[in-house]
């Protein structure tokens, strides 16, 4: 890879860790309404899968992958308003944190119901493949999604019709608070994919470089018309389940310390002084900018109008019926 | 010319696939096969695979699908192949189809129907005679519609299909082949939201759709002599006409409305709750209530004639209310 190129993805991975941080701090301040789910420790996988899309390329984020939206082209400002509530989010306020997609930069919004976002996925990669367009879409969910219904019957029917689709499971071990062990009776979740008669591979979603590779086998494969793949990155969340759990209870910090010190941040630094980069100037540099971009997106969110009451009538229905009309 | 009901809804897919390029069928064993009930016989042969599929038995997955592609300008028609199971693909209909627009702040529309046979009548059983509307008419986001002739059969379908919104179309699998009905050969459409006038009368108000239009509309004729019955199909129960319905009861001053669906938690509950508060001093008598009992449809023919309500139901309950 170029040093342009090194650098660029360092700096994608520090922008999202900066947005998680002061929102988790914005969280702690009372100054968030609602749940506030942190990918941080995440932020490789999503950097990984999303940096080299095209515009037109789809992708259905879970509930902590705030960084697919930057990487994927969202506004920062617009993405802050929306964790806002606000007017200038996605959702206009009317829902919370992820689930109000930039649909005119290809993100999708989520519900909570997690999982559903597969099968809406393979709906769109089946209109690509119909109208022969060369574009992918991009499916993330977690490895306790994994366990639903609808993964089965969005995965059983893009291996039908090998469609250009990539299921991305990022593995953090934990569902809220219920570890693998009672999810799944597998150790790989990849490994379902040949009940559906495609590839499934296993990536170290924390090595920004593991996980750049198995994204680039898969888009490609999708690109060629070879179908989809299940990609499991092997990754750990730092926070709890949401700022709400401190996710003590349930693991011990030996284990969030081993984690930590495979931080994709850390390699990726470890990575770019093994090339002989001025880390130290880089580091400075990086740091100044991803702040100055989150701050103004604070700035902007804290700006934009509230919402008024009667706004949660619009928005309904893009052909509304006057009933009360003879 | 003269068709079935199940050829009207044929007929508007057929119309609708060759119209707009960006139109699907999607659902189980609809193409080769043309579906459990023939609704899409020879629609695959004529439009192709790609756009009449056949889809695995995954209804969650039949309509998040649907939403996926609808997301990119296509217009699928979902097909459930009893809409008892409908029920497997509730949460992408409430949750992901019904929420989309909203929830991205209006930066898309969600242009699906989802249609399939519903109703009983015909010895189905539990599982292949249920008239689910009233799931649906909880939720914000959605248009329901059930059509009672093969007329508004065909042009409600179309209105969905044209719909930007997600449409669910109940229609009835008793009437399939039982109604037979002139409509025009040149194309036309039936308005969603708008509820039909059957028969004008002065002395009571009938408010009915689906199937039970039928006997009422035959109740009617019959009663002629000691009752003139109003009989309004509201066609479309999310959202309903209510300029219809409560110009109507306000004119005769007496209602009964009648469904298919069990009594508690039907339709007809939020119908006479609005015709009470909005038209109490009007009204002559009370907002009265035909439903099935409060059960699930049975199997065996004595036991469904039971539950269900039927002509004679219909007349006594007309009776009933005249009297006041």
Known sequence: ?326 | MLVTYIEAIRQAMDEELARDGNVLLMGEDVGVLGGAFKASAGLQEKHGVDRVVDMPISESLIVGAGVGLAVQGMRPILEIQFIDFISCGFDQIVNTAATLRYRHGGQTACPIVIRGPSGGGVHGGLYHSQNPEAWFCHVPGLKVVAPATAYDAKGLLKSAIRDDDPVIYFEHKFLYRRIKEEIPAEEYLVPIGKAALRKEGRDLTVITYGSPVHAVMKAARDMAAEVDIEVIDLRTLLPIDWATVKASARKTGKVLIVHEARLTGGIGGEVAARIAQDCFEDLDGPVMRLGARDVHTPFAPAMEEYVLPNQEKITEAIRKLAAY
């Open chain 1, 1 to 326: 890879m170029t040093e342009q190129k090194d650098r660029e993805l360092y700096r994608w991975l520090r922008l999202i860790r900066e947005f998680e941080d002061r929102i988790s701090a914005l969280d702690k301040q009372g100054k968030l309404m609602g749940g506030v789910y942190s990918g941080k420790g995440q932020e490789a996988v999503t950097v990984g899968f999303c940096h080299d899309l095209r515009w037109n390329d789809w992708i259905f984020p879970l509930h902590r992958d705030l960084g697919a939206y930057l990487v994927k082209g969202a506004d920062p400002k617009r993405l802050m308003a929306q964790i806002f509530g606000k007017r200038d989010g996605f959702a206009k306020g009317k829902d919370s944190y992820l689930h109000g997609g930039d649909l005119s930069n290809g993100i999708f919004g989520a519900t909570s119901m997690l999982a559903a976002t597969l099968p809406v996925a393979v709906g769109m990669a089946y209109k690509f493949k119909i109208r022969k367009e060369d574009r992918v879409a991009i499916a993330f969910f977690g490895e306790g999604a994994s366990s639903r219904g609808d993964v089965h019957e969005a995965m059983n029917f893009a291996g039908v019709h090998k469609l250009p689709v990539i299921f991305v499971c990022e593995n953090n071990f934990y569902a809220y608070s219920t570890p693998n062990e009672l999810q799944f009776g597998v150790d790989d979740v990849a490994i379902r994919a040949a009940g559906y008669g495609f590839k499934g591979e296993v990536a170290s979603g924390n090595d920004l470089h593991d996980v750049m590779k198995a994204a680039g086998k898969a888009i490609d494969r999708a690109r060629k018309g070879d179908g989809p793949t299940l990609v499991e990155c092997k990754t750990y969340r730092y926070h709890g389940h949401s700022e709400h759990d401190r996710a003590a209870d349930y693991r011990s910090e030996e284990e969030v310390i081993t984690w930590e010190s495979r931080d994709p941040i850390f390699l990726w630094e470890n990575y770019l002084d093994k090339r002989k980069y001025d880390i130290g100037a880089i580091r400075v540099e990086t740091s100044a900018e991803v702040k100055r971009i989150v701050e103004e997106a604070v700035a902007f969110a804290e700006a934009s109008p509230s919402p008024e009451g009667p706004e949660a009538m619009e928005d309904l229905y893009a052909m509304p019926i006057d009933t009360e009309a003879r």
